[in-house]
């Protein structure tokens, strides 16, 4: 059974930095593409960053050079560093394969003040 924990959240300041985790398990994860994804209030869910099996990266423009995906093969673990942060990164953060499970975890709650 696919489950996937997020953690990490919280509230921050303007310019401030956070650190997601995601613990996937119930399927291959090191054969596995994983992703972020965020919603923020009234809009849809998407794609934010996205890390291959083998390591490749892909951001989208709004956030390059601010928010880093990394993953932890030995740990099962994959992460988002978010540093920079803007009020617009305001969202509930989620962590899935990519493609993405129908399943999806709890989300980490992402608040940034101005």
């Known amino acids: 059974q696919v489950q996937l924990v997020e953690s990490g959240g919280g509230l921050v300041q303007a310019g401030g930095s956070l650190r997601l985790s995601c613990e996937p398990s119930?399927?291959?994860?090191?054969?596995?593409?994983m992703g972020w994804w965020r919603q923020a209030p009234g809009k849809s869910r998407e794609l934010v960053a996205r890390?291959?099996?083998?390591?490749?990266?892909f951001v989208i423009d709004s956030v390059k050079g601010r928010l880093t995906i990394s993953r932890d093969d030995v740990k099962s673990t994959v992460y988002l560093q978010m540093d920079r942060l803007k009020s617009e990164d305001t969202a509930v953060y989620y962590c899935?394969?990519?493609?993405?499970?129908?399943?999806w975890g709890q989300g980490t709650q992402v608040t940034v003040s101005s």
């Open positions: 899935n394969r990519v493609p993405a499970y129908p399943k």
């Open positions: 119930g399927f291959p994860f090191t054969a596995a593409a």
């Open positions: 890390i291959g099996s083998m390591g490749g990266i």
